[in-house]
């Protein structure tokens, strides 16, 4: 019965979306970290390349902020076991790899935000700040950080 | 009777300082969020444009980040109602649109931090990251976010 | 006797390390700020200066991280007197002076994770955001920001 799926992932695939494999971090960290009921995760890229305003446009960089969102929270159900353990998302800071030009940071990461709004509600709004770097790991046009809180166990 | 004027916002009258009109985010997220007593808030940008140490003076630096304050201080007004009610200033994170060689990030960002000292005196000290971004939302001077604690209700 | 030596510094001489001289902060903020028992500690650089992948290389970048760490913890033993306080490495944020084209970010800051996991073991396993920034005060290779938390006093 699809009743036994837990909420944020029956909203998941109404949207049509699935939750990619697990990405380990590269290097010596861990994908989260949960401090009392606070998980700090750590920043992950989503799949699309390259400066956006310069390589990649507009919609592609939203694209590539969605992907980062998932990402996580694949990350994320590996550390806690049921995304639905989630009571808040608190924080995003997201890094666009951008164009020297480029001023529209906000606008990209509006593809992470509206997913996560979708995904979790009222309890998916959330405070973020959206700057433009030179560069990201592997060259992402997208990097994303969530400090997320959790029920009470 | 001024003396029914809570603290912070008569300092800042007394500094010759208003609060500017609400800027409502631009995309899908909150001005700021609380969790507990923490209360998040998004990365605001000053009014003024340009990369310090190319098209702005450190001078013109330094007044953009202390816009960022006060438009981040109306914004926590808006949510909150009363500034008096911010019991410590935690966290500054601040995103200075530099020149490729200019490295005096910290001086640009002292505009802010001089600024919540004087509002908020020993509660307004607080830990501090000021870096050097490629671009900014619009183009400003200076991106702030920061990390408020509430006092208890 | 060297069992009077807290575990954490002991640790660090073990490795061949020792905490240098305190940084003042160059502006006006703290080095380090408690709210309850989180300590947010601000953005410290290293001692190598230039762009990773430009000016510097992958090993010296990774060299920069530690020295940041080492500076770290010296602000944090001033402000909190034992290192043996900290109950956890939650987050690092770690901005990576990078040529255009570099963009092994998250191999530079190995040299910090690294070492944080060989002080504080499992309690230093942490949280990372690593991104890549065209300028950092002082033109330092790395720029690291922790959020620690402390034992119950």
């Known amino acids: 019965m699809l009743t036994d799926q837990p909420n944020v992932e029956r909203r998941l695939h109404a949207l049509g979306l699935e939750l990619p494999p697990l990405k380990q971090p590269v290097a010596k960290y861990l994908g989260c970290k949960q401090s009392g009921d606070v998980l ?25 902020a969605r992907e980062a969102v998932l990402h996580i929270l694949r990350t994320v159900k590996t550390a806690i076991g049921d995304l639905d353990r989630i009571a808040s998302v608190d924080k995003v800071l997201g890094f666009v790899r951008s164009a020297a030009d480029f001023t529209e940071q906000p606008l990209v990461l509006n593809g992470a935000s509206d997913l996560l709004i979708a995904l979790f509600g009222a309890d998916g709004e959330h405070s973020r700040t959206a700057t433009g770097v030179l560069q990201t790991p592997f060259g992402a046009s997208v990097q994303l950080e969530m400090t997320l809180r959790l029920k009470p166990e």
Chains 1, 2, 3 share one sequence.
């Open 40 to 64: 700090y995760v750590s920043g992950q890229i989503g799949d699309i390349r390259g400066a956006v305003g310069h390589d990649v446009t507009l919609d592609e960089g939203q694209q590539c």
